[in-house]
């Protein structure tokens, strides 16, 4: 199969043996791969000096997998562009750095490509780097990563029954529906969660002041933790402030 | 297991097992080491068997320092001559040797066994960062060199370690980063590229 060139982010980094590493990478067009790099650890010797590291973005050459060895491909070349050197001076830019960087593994299939999140995903990356303030910055990636997994939830109308949720009102949220449901259909509708009126606001706007903000965070949060099943870094984001019950 | 294939001996066989589960020893070379413990006098033999088990029975985490030493507290913590005000803070026992290599520094070190890595699982109670603060509380500590490696996690470590020792009114420094020495600035990353330029220090 021929080698594949791509512009990739960094996302996992496993020691695979005394030398080689294997790198789940998020790619531009070629969706999320996971490669391995070997030799990647020998400091002389390696195509790959100085090192490939987490959360960096560069150019990728690569050989994919095939069906046999789980789609494992082998990195050929690697040219770092950008390092985000900004996440490594301040703690909760390197924690919502990784928190991205943990759901998207999580959540997406392999070698399906979403140029959208990709891009989501850097420009993520390089505002943290530059010191924004990581929570609303998460929130917008949240959003970015449900829409392009074709996940976004409904805000306009029950998913249940289709009635039109009122602007301006509270409602609840439905983690199985993935989306709005009435009172009517709250009994049939499993886990919900009441919604403020703010928070859907903010949702519905893409906009996020400081009062929605945790709140909204900590809602998508728990919508992907039911779809990847298992839990994520939300309590490093900033510890106390988010994922509070009410939201 | 008994005679295996090939004809080899089950305890042959189970020396080439378990060499070859070191690193970077391949079956070949497996292959080569036992056959050559197998020809040299038994005494030789057994000084690598002596050796391992000394390792894995005398050797201990210093009470102090946390490296692994053989006797508590380690060496380094007893010499009088280092300077105990400066903690040298490294991720490894590995990296303490290293660093002693160079007879460059004058303090004392504290080793963390590991590093911050939230994407596996590895939180700052899992190191001995709370063994380090213990010493700095005790007073005497002038500065705290941050020795972690210059990595996304390494420097995450760093600033973690920072935060929690800036209270205690200790100072902190980090090892300097850039450019690695002997090589060419044509085949710096960028990242090394900006460290080192960000990092820059007067000459002449
Ligand atoms: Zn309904
Ligand atoms: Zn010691």
Known sequence: MPAIKDDALVLRRLDYSESSQILVV???????????AKGAKR???????????????????????????????????????????????????????????????AAMEEAEPHVDLFDALAGLLGALSAGRSPL?????????LLRSLGLWPDLS?????????????????????????????????????????AVLTSLRESDWPPDTVGPALALLDETLRHLIGRGTLLAKLDQGKVGSKQV | MAELAHGIPE???????????????GPRSAERIAFHLLRVPREE???????????????RHCGTCCNLTDEDPCAICRDARREHGVIVVV???????????????????????????????????????DALIGRVRRGDVREVVLATN?????????????????????????????????????????????AAITGRTPMG
Not at chain 1, 27 to 35: A, E, S
Not at chain 2, 11 to 24: D, H, N, Q, V
């Open chain 2, 91 to 129: 991720e490894q026992p590995k990296d303490v040797m290293l660093l002693e290599q160079t007879g460059l520094i004058r303090g004392v070190y504290h080793v963390l066994m590991g590093h911050i890595a939230p994407l596996e699982g590895i939180e700052p109670a899992d190191l001995t960062i």
């Open chain 2, 11 to 25: 305890p042959l066989a189970r020396l080439m097992a378990e060499l070859t589960r070191l690193p970077g020893v």
């Open chain 2, 150 to 194: 210059p990595n996304l996690e390494g420097d995450g470590t760093a600033l973690h370690i920072c935060e929690v020792l800036k209270p205690l009114g200790v100072q902190v420094t980090r090892l300097a980063r850039g450019l690695a020495v002997g090589s060419q600035v044509e085949y710096a990353s960028r990242a090394m590229l900006e």
């Open chain 1, 157 to 197: 109308r029950c998913v249940l029954c289709d009635r039109v949720a009122p602007p301006g009102r509270a409602a609840y949220y439905g983690f199985h529906q993935g989306g709005l449901v009435c009172s009517q259909c709250v009994p049939a509708a499993g886990q919900v969660r009441k919604v403020g009126a």
């Open chain 2, 45 to 59: 033999a057994l000084l690598l068997a002596d050796a391992i088990r000394a390792v894995k029975d005398k050797l």
């Open chain 1, 136 to 144: 609303p910055e998460v929130v917008g990636y949240q959003c970015a």
């Open chain 1, 26 to 36: 998020l790619t531009r067009t070629h969706g999320l791969r996971r490669l391995i």
């Open chain 1, 43 to 105: 400091s002389t010797k390696t195509r790959f000096v100085p090192g490939i590291d987490l959360l960096e973005r560069g150019w990728v050459v690569f050989l994919p997998g095939s069906r046999s060895d789980s789609h494992l491909g082998t990195l050929t070349e690697w040219l770092q562009t950008e390092a985000y050197l900004g996440l490594r001076t301040a703690l909760p830019q390197w924690y919502a750095a990784q928190y991205a960087a943990d759901v998207t593994v």
